[in-house]
């Protein structure tokens, strides 16, 4: 059964900052590619930032040099760290294998508010 605890959400204004982690069962980060995903209101979920086993990320566009994914396999974690958050940041965030199981998370809310 894989298991997926993701945390770090909140509200936080324009330009803020936060850093999501999410711990996996078993040593899921430590043997696949691991992703963040979100799914905004009225969105479907998307894949905004991924990691391989060697440590090269991906980003969706719309985040790119703000965001920064990295891992720690020792802790069975990854992180997702976000820096000047916009109003279109806001979503629930997930963390899953990249291409993802079936199973997922609670997720955590990230809400970017003034």
């Known amino acids: 059964q894989v298991q997926l605890v993701e945390s770090g959400g909140g509200l936080v204004q324009p330009g803020g900052s936060l850093r999501l982690s999410c711990v996996a069962s078993?040593?899921?980060?430590?043997?696949?590619?691991m992703g963040w995903y979100r799914q905004g209101p009225g969105k479907e979920r998307e894949l905004v930032a991924g990691?391989?086993?060697?440590?090269?990320?991906k980003y969706v566009d719309s985040v790119k040099g703000r965001f920064t994914i990295f891992r720690d396999n020792a802790k069975n974690t990854v992180y997702l760290r976000m820096n000047s958050l916009k109003p279109e940041d806001t979503a629930v965030y997930y963390c899953?294998?990249?291409?993802?199981?079936?199973?997922w998370g609670q997720g955590t809310q990230v809400t970017v508010s003034s």
């Open positions: 899953n294998r990249d291409p993802p199981y079936n199973s």
């Open positions: 990691i391989d086993n060697g440590g090269i990320t």
């Open positions: 078993g040593a899921i980060v430590r043997f696949n590619a």
